[in-house]
């Protein structure tokens, strides 16, 4: 059964970083598409940033030069790097693959 277990966010000054894994488990982790999104309050879930096993990799205008996305297929995960973060970039997270999506990680950015 696959899964995929996102973690590392938490409240973050602006101008802050953090960095978000997705571990996946129960899958061979090759020839996929992983998205992540994100879905602030009272709005629709919005892809941030995706990347192909290859490395190819796609950004939302709005985290362009702020966000990088990054997978290491050793490890079956992909994450998320995210730098000089906005109140804008408040919501749950999410990361999307095979059919699946994980459970979300929680990122507030506030003074």
């Known amino acids: 059964q696959v899964q995929l277990v996102e973690s590392g966010g938490g409240l973050v000054q602006p101008g802050g970083s953090l960095r978000l894994s997705c571990a996946a488990s129960?899958?061979?982790?090759?020839?996929?598409?992983m998205g992540w999104y994100r879905q602030a309050p009272g709005k629709q879930r919005e892809l941030v940033a995706a990347?192909?096993?290859?490395?190819?990799?796609n950004y939302a205008d709005s985290v362009k030069g702020r966000f990088t996305i990054s997978n290491d297929n050793a490890k079956n995960s992909v994450y998320l790097q995210m730098d000089s973060l906005k109140p804008e970039d408040t919501g749950v997270y999410y990361c999307?693959?095979?059919?699946?999506w994980g459970q979300g990680t929680q990122v507030t950015v506030s003074s």
């Open positions: 999307t693959s095979f059919g699946k």
């Open positions: 129960g899958i061979i982790f090759r020839n996929y598409v």
């Open positions: 990347i192909t096993s290859g490395g190819s990799t």
